[in-house]
């Protein structure tokens, strides 16, 4: 923000505030990486039941003359591969066979005399069907349609960094540096514009200072806090977890036109600012040298337990669609509903998608009620008016909860019609409310006990020693090896760039550690370990001897053409985005 901030001005109007729906749209690398269970079906699983059924959801509200604002993070890594011709040819057939699959499920059901589940594999024919005719409507690019709705204004697309990379634990800045910098301009090169916005890996951030990794590796002095890190690429905003927010510590206020420094009992004794408050956007500046150069919005964790909370949220009612539960071995459809939660899935009854019109729009009522109550409770202790910022993973809506989009459909037309109520994006919101004071945040994330555990644990702690040699390494040699002079060399070291951010992966400690999919999370960190040490090892000895990529022995010409194959996004690599 800099010194061009303004602060609040304190006025007041008719409106309670605003709402801002943020979607959390990621999937690690799988291209090229196996298929079912366990690799590409995942991102044409996310293809047709989220990311195209969202745009759906938008140009719906349109038809009914609303104006939907959302703020839709998509990362990188996932843009590159929605991006890839790879994928488009996979989900075409994808599609194609779901369409199948839903017509032998039909015969059967038809040959045993089951009615209803004859009538519901008729619905997956047309739904899947839709799905195709959707995608090839809009060219088969859905970063193009998303991109297009952005440029209207009804999306905000949000950047992160390259890979999902969990920032807090890397051991070098210019690892953090080398991550923001290939994720902002893959960002820009597929969407053709520049977000402004950030989505921070599972929330996690880490301030300015001494730090200390989660293994045996040596404190460090004079980390730069990541808010720097990314607004030196030119960010404007980014999120965190509600805790990071309700802790901090006041460090500047503006007041009659200009900032002041405070203490840290500013924020204790002037809540009704709406200090440590989530309704309101907070600056950010943690080494306590000057203003903040961008904003965090914090999660409004009571808004959101009533959507994903497992016990209490929406999803758990008895008439949607239960996601476990499949008819046949393999890539089953599902014809189950929920019924209960404590139902084994041997007990679950058929699904009715024609009794749903009624639960859908009550939980958005309650929804937007919620909402609504939030931002009155924000106003009398505040005066002000604040905003709900409800921050979800994508996926919740139409794959794990196959009925969410609608549930979204309905959430923004009320919001839209109701006078007391702006819909904003994170950006939109920004401009029109800049901030007036600026806080300096602990540590954490939006992970389990709000810290850092899930990504730093004695299951996954290996990895850090792994991860660490690497960045090492790399670090060494890019400064060490005359690569800005030998081209054979930069080509190889950007392969090995190209490796060490896909190892990077937040992914595959975090399917590790919750116990799913752990052979492959572990076997997909492991090629990329191979594939960075070999590249490296193969650029060492051609600085050595120029002629060397030339004389290659077969082995380490397969293990260059391996790299080649099966790693195929981000094709501009720039050695230079991890210098500092």
Known sequence: MGAGVNGYDGGMSDSLGSFCLVLHGHLPYVLHHGTWPHGEDWLYEAACETYLPIIAMVDECLFFNAQP?????????????????????????????????????????????????????TRW????????????AIGRDIPKAYAE????????????????????????????????RAGVSSSERILGFKPTGFWLPECAYRPAGKWSPPINWGEKDGRIGIEHLVADEGVTHFFVEHHL??????????????????????????????WRSVNTPHGVNSDGTGLARLAAFARDHKACEQVWSGTIGYPAAPEYLEFHKTWGPRRGLRYWKVTGKKVDLG????????????????????????????????????????????????ELFGHWWFEGPRFLRDVL????????????????????????????????????????????????????????????????????????????????????????????????????RRGQAVDYGTKRF???VARFESIMNIAEKV??????????????????????????????????????
């Open 69 to 121: 604002r959302i703020t839709m993070g998509l990362t990188p890594v996932l843009l590159e591969q929605l991006d890839h011709e790879h994928f488009k040819q996979g989900l075409e057939k994808y599609l194609t066979e779901r369409i199948d699959h839903a017509k032998q499920d039909q015969a059967e059901f038809d040959k045993i005399g089951n009615g209803h589940m004859a009538y519901l594999a």
């Open 125 to 136: 024919q047309n739904w899947y069907g839709e799905r195709l005719e959707q995608f090839r």
């Open 149 to 180: 709705r952005s440029q209207a204004g009804y999306i905000e697309i949000l950047t992160s960094n390259a890979t999902h990379a969990y920032m807090p634990l890397l051991l070098e800045d210019a690892s953090i540096r080398g991550q923001v």
């Open 245 to 274: 927010i309700e802790q901090c510590n006041s460090e500047q206020v503006f007041n009659d036109g200009q900032w002041w420094k405070v203490n840290w009992e500013e924020a204790r004794k002037y809540a009704s600012r709406g």
């Open 347 to 394: 007990e679950k009854h058929l699904y009715y998608p024609d009794d749903l019109d009624a639960t859908i729009h009550q939980q958005a009522s309650h929804f937007c009620d919620m909402v609504k109550e939030r931002l009155w409770n924000y106003r009398e202790k505040t005066g002000r008016q604040g905003v709900v910022t409800a921050c979800f993973d994508a």
């Open 413 to 512: 037309l009320n919001l839209n019609a109701d006078s007391q109520i702006n819909l904003t994006t994170s950006a939109g919101y920004l401009k029109d409310n800049p901030t007036d004071k600026v806080a300096s945040l602990p540590e954490g994330s939006w992970g389990e006990k709000g810290d850092h555990r899930v990504w730093a644990n004695d299951q996954v702690n290996w990895m850090w020693d792994i991860e660490y040699r690497c960045e090492h390494n790399f670090g060494k040699l890019t400064h060490d090896l005359p690569w800005r002079k030998e081209p054979q060399l930069r080509h190889l070291l950007e392969k090995a760039g190209r490796e060490l951010l896909l190892l990077q992966a937040s992914d595959w400690p975090f399917i590790i």
């Open 526 to 528: 492991m090629q990329h």
């Open 543 to 580: 600085a050595a001897n120029s002629d060397y990529l030339g004389a290659m022995n077969e082995v380490e010409r397969f293990e260059v053409k391996d790299a080649d194959i099966h790693d195929v996004i981000f094709p501009t690599i720039d050695l230079n985005w991890w210098n500092m």
